[in-house]
């Protein structure tokens, strides 16, 4: 039970990134949103496996941390590319 709740909480703590991610006024603050909604998600996914006892939502979060490491560092590459 506190487990889906803190699930929620931390769902809550990655959508309210959303709207930086949308309109960031600079690409460093799309930047740190998107790490912060990977590291969500992330948390999400673990506290949900938890509570459920679903060991694949581990793994899913596995996939999720490694993609949003990538991610970050795209940004950074496509940033230093652009003038």
Known sequence: MILNFLAIC???ATLA???????????AD?????QLAGTGTVATLIVLGAANNAPALFDTALVFAAL???T???FVALRRTRP
């Open 10 to 12: 931390t769902l809550a």
């Open 72 to 74: 970050g560092l795209a």
């Open 17 to 27: 990134a959303l709207p930086r991610l949308l309109l960031g006024p600079t690409a």
């Open 68 to 70: 949003a490491a990538v």
């Open 30 to 34: 799309r930047i740190l949103a998107t």
